[in-house]
């Protein structure tokens, strides 16, 4: 419950959203679809998917041509979100927390440890939300499938569990993108 201060505009809120789906749930169009609805003027799309692989190369070239002419600005941020140079802006878009955390654990570039990696990762979206007028965070469902990991995938998932838990307590708003329908979890407004 934030108010932007110093502004002609006293009552404009600051926003954290979180917006969580599985694949294909919707979740990457709808939180584009909330940075519109804030326009309030230059828009940063932080993008944390590395491409390594053709699906990966074809789905970075997917949510490239979803934001064209949205106005938005990119920024490649695979590691260090909390050391990430943001230029001024009014609206960030942060895709995705479960890419983030796979390049922290996983990358040469990332920390490898797994509470490093969540405490930098939950900071670097408290500085955003600090930085920016409002912020859209998407993260991704994969806790409710019932299937039975390796360790090391298993340690991912509690890390991404711990880190979704974090954000949607600080957020505004939490959504979850079901089939395409945006369904409210919690609103703070």
């Known amino acids: 419950m ?16 979180l917006v969580i789906g599985g694949s294909g749930s919707g979740k990457s169009e709808y ?7 804030f326009s ?7 993008a944390a998917m590395q491409p390594s692989d053709e699906e990966s190369i074809v789905r970075v ?8 002419g949205r106005g938005f600005d990119t920024l490649e941020c695979y590691t260090h979100l909390e050391e990430a140079v943001i230029p001024p802006c009014d609206t960030v878009l942060l895709e995705c927390l479960s890419n983030l955390l796979a390049n922290e654990m996983f990358s040469p570039a990332g920390r490898q440890d797994a509470a490093q990696a969540v405490s930098a990762i939950t900071e670097g979206v408290k ?3 600090k930085l920016a007028c409002h ?14 990991y390796t360790p090391e995938t298993e340690v991912y998932r509690q890390c991404l569990a711990k880190i ?5 307590e600080i957020a505004d708003e939490v ?12 609103e703070n407004f």
């Open 2 to 17: 934030s108010v932007l201060a110093g502004t002609p505009d006293e009552k404009e809120r600051l926003m954290l959203v």
């Open 135 to 148: 912020v859209v965070v998407v993260t991704n469902q994969v806790f409710s499938d019932g299937v039975i």
């Open 164 to 168: 979704n838990r974090e954000i949607a």
């Open 31 to 37: 939180a584009e679809q909330r940075c519109m609805e």
């Open 61 to 68: 070239a997917r949510h490239r041509e979803m934001r064209n």
């Open 40 to 46: 309030r003027g230059k828009k940063l799309y932080i």
């Open 175 to 186: 959504v979850e993108a079901v089939h395409g329908i945006p369904v409210r979890l919690k």
């Open 127 to 129: 500085r955003l939300a």
